[in-house]
């Protein structure tokens, strides 16, 4: 065993364990040696994985808003200390410490997965040989995730050095949504929830850098990866695509678009309340302070041309 192996080896059984239970649920379902039943396994490692992240998440989320916001004033702090990089850069510190930023949360999740991410590319890698990484499974499932397929692809099959039509389709189209994913999801940041003075400068380079040169990356390191890591890979991105639309539209940015879009929202909604106020359901004040007593006048007018039919005395009806 190699001495990353070693380090590994408690991921190793972390992963295996959380692929085999998700594997026990899916399995009776689906077929003991079905691909589908290792790809939602997969998906349910992600999901696992992505719950336990959700606190540094919320932090990666914050850091980056007050990045953007402190941009106008590291700025000023470049044009005025620009001459002088040592000076600069304690201003810049004393900044984020009296902004409570932190410039490296961003980076926490992506770090804290890439421990995760060797670990399955390892188990995967390890099945693809017939070699059993992590506790969690033994030579049976080992053999069942090395022949279990999907589109007539093998989980543990990677795009370089396969010779078959079906590995290199399957394959290509997961690097495609994978890097797609990614840069819909450093896109929709750029554009929604960053200030207009955070979209130029050096921040604002290093996140033009990241939303072109990241997807490269992915698909470029995507064809060494097996099925199932790209599998892994793309269904953790769509998590964190979701995930950062609801941040984004629940609690944006001040003076971004993706806030405006939020005042927008919740003057509408306020609208609507207050024309609920005057609709039948009760004596409600209005905006002005009048009191709304649109019942008793729909009720009086309703009376009015409602005209209920009047019985005959009995000598008329007799008459008739």
Known sequence: MSWYDTILTPL???VSWILRAFYTVFS???GANSGWTWVLSIVGLVVVIRILLIPLFVRQ???????ALLQPKMK??????????????QEMMKLYKESGTNPFSSCLPILLQSPIFIALFRVLDGAANGVVRGSG????????LRHASIFGAHISDKFIGSTSLSVQVVTVVLIIMMTATTFTTQ??????????????????QQQKLLLYVLPLVFAVGGV????GVLIYWFTTNVWTMGQQFWVIRRNPAPGTPAFDAYQAR??????????????PGGDKESPNGATASVNGDEATQAAAKRVQPQRLPRSKRKSR
């Open 224 to 227: 060494n990866f097996p099925v």
């Open 28 to 30: 009776p379902l689906l």
């Open 187 to 204: 896109r929709q940041l750029m554009r929604k929830n960053m200030p207009p003075e955070a979209l130029t400068g050096q921040y604002a």
């Open 137 to 144: 499974l033994d030579q049976r499932l080992v053999d069942s």
């Open 266 to 279: 919740k003057g509408r909604k306020t609208a609507r309340k207050g024309l609920s106020a005057l609709l």
């Open 61 to 67: 989320i914050r850091a980056s808003r007050n990045m």
């Open 12 to 14: 190793y059984d972390a």
């Open 76 to 89: 000023e702090l470049q044009k005025k200390f620009g001459h002088d990089r040592e000076r600069m850069g």
